[in-house]
């Protein structure tokens, strides 16, 4: 759980800051941030029992795109699904299970939106792929401290889980030399452990990307918006490699380097 | 999740009492109870997003005996085991299975003690087992809302798993009429699943037991308290089908009638 951020977007309420934290610290995940927190909430959360630590340590950003800089896999969390259906969305149980592999590797972000909006298109269109704590169709919406409870929960069960199996495979092979646990799926270069790309590096591919279908005309000044947010999901789909991402923002600032000089 | 009874004893905030019920509609169980509750905070509760209707349906009881009186099994939360190590303490993911499997024949009881001092001895001795939910050691204790939160995910999860399990075996067998689910491990008599003694007629046996042992001279007058306790632990261990439960209540009664004759 050290490779998981959890991330709250526009948080109102100081009770629920304090809930997150607590609810974090019970299941062992350390890393809090806040994008645009109520300052009042943000301030007076700071007495939540047990977590005043993890609580003193949490860091505020003014964006999705910044408090997910150095995070290679962002998750969303939802009582409704996208509305939209932009997004795959996956159930707690499977989306524990993937996010467990890609913690291996690097960091994860769970976003968590405000309690009464949840999270904004913007914010969604940040996200990798969206997940959904399976409550009752008759009341999806649950208390945010509580909805935080729950994944940080089964998070913990499925690295527990994973855990045990490498070591029954391990106990199978006694007499050998113990082998390090690889996830399942993943198909390791040269013996190292892939390295996803980072969102930072993404974002700058993003931005470049879209410079230069606004030099070359491809976008239209009105569409912009829309077009940005679609190229941000577009990139999310892809689950760029850390290496492939570099290659890529090579080529696209340098096409967009040949553009600038028409 | 029909047959799940929670049981918030001694609970003192009105909010964890809102946040209690909230988890539960949000995971399907609607049958609240409370023993000795703070009055103001029962009150206050009644304002829970989305639970209103299940805060207003829920029982007040003077104890712990009435308020499990029709369940088969009741079982306890707790952060830390039981002190005393007199009862079984099992994971959440275990206990969440096992208490699926009885809510098929029965009531279950889930406890959950006061946010200050979890369940007291006491209220323990009304317990088949406890259960906990596998928090960090360095910070075990959770928030009543949050740890009520999980424990209902975990239910819902249990119970989803039997049931798609069921369906699985049943289109395996595809073509042949569809037979109703049977819990593993339950050997159910002439077609019929067993039914588990109430915890009411597993009280009456013990009242009458220590009257009959009291009599008898078996128990001194000091050690009366301490032996009433013991008493309800070891039938809670038994786990008595119910038809058993009513011989062996007509037989300690018989006993005890026959002592008081003397």
């Keep these: 759980m050290k490779n998981l951020c959890v991330v709250l977007v526009g948080t109102r309420n100081p009770l629920n800051v304090g809930a997150v934290a607590r609810a974090m610290s019970n299941f062992g995940a350390m890393e809090l941030r806040a994008v645009r927190p109520y300052e009042k909430a943000w301030r007076e959360a700071k007495s939540a029992v047990g977590a005043a630590e993890l609580l003193a340590r949490a860091k505020e950003f003014a964006n999705v795109a910044e408090a997910v800089a150095d995070c ?7 009582a409704v699904g996208n509305r939209e259906m932009r997004h795959p969305l996956r159930g707690l149980e ?8 890609r913690m291996q590797a690097g960091r994860v972000a769970a976003l968590f939106g405000s309690e009464k909006w949840g999270l904004s298109n913007e914010d969604l269109s940040y996200c990798h792929w969206l997940m959904r704590i399976p409550t009752r169709v ?11 409870a729950v ?3 089964e998070l913990g069960r499925a690295e527990r889980k994973r855990t045990d199996n490498a070591e029954t495979q391990r106990a199978q092979r006694r007499g050998e030399k113990p082998a390090p646990f690889k996830p399942k799926g993943a198909a390791p270069k040269s013996g190292k452990r892939e390295e996803f790309a980072e969102m930072e590096t993404v974002d700058r591919i993003g931005e470049a990307l ?11 000044v009105r569409g912009e918006a829309t077009a940005e947010e679609k190229l941000r999901r577009m990139l999310r789909r892809f689950s760029m490699e850390a290496a492939d991402a570099e290659v890529l923002l090579g080529m696209v600032r340098k096409i967009l380097w040949k553009l600038e000089q028409k």
């Design 94 to 101: 499977e989306g524990a299970r993937l996010i467990g592999k």
């Design 72 to 78: 290679s896999l962002v998750v969303g969390t939802t």
């Design 138 to 148: 008759e009341h999806r919406s649950m208390n945010l401290g509580q909805a935080a």
């Design 151 to 153: 994944v940080m929960y």
């Design 210 to 220: 879209l410079e230069a279908l606004r030099k070359s005309g491809y976008i239209a």
